[in-house]
């Protein structure tokens, strides 16, 4: 199992990122797919969540209208498209599979934002 994570960087206040989350070696279109982050210093923390059927979606009061996560089932990859970024969404993003009590990681991609 592999969940590759990617797009991280340094942006400035306002500005736009998208991350990717690359799997194989599960049926990924049935299971749910989340974003978490961890602030330095502070707990991990789910970000945005899609479930494997439907699609629906569910976000952090904190990102939600900024933050949009998606998932492609052909390519076996979730996004999160993080728009009007702020200094307090600088973390390490992970993706995170489930289903039942199946759970995969990725690891993390650091996003800061800074001017």
């Known amino acids: 199992v592999q969940l590759v994570v990617s797009g991280g960087g340094l942006v400035q206040p306002g500005g736009s990122l998208r991350l990717s989350c690359a799997t194989s070696g599960f049926t990924f279109s049935t299971y749910a797919m989340s974003w978490h982050r961890q602030a330095p210093g502070k707990e991990r923390e789910l970000v945005a969540v899609?479930?494997?059927?439907?699609?629906?979606?569910q976000y952090a009061d904190s990102v939600k209208g900024r933050f949009t996560i998606s998932r492609d089932n052909a390519k076996n990859t979730v996004y999160l498209q993080m728009n009007n970024l702020k200094p307090e969404d600088t973390a390490v993003y992970y993706c995170?599979?489930?289903?039942?009590?199946?759970?995969?990681w990725g690891k993390g991609t650091l996003v800061t934002v800074s001017s």
């Open positions: 899609i479930i494997s059927v439907g699609g629906s979606t």
């Open positions: 995170k599979a489930q289903k039942w009590a199946n759970i995969y």
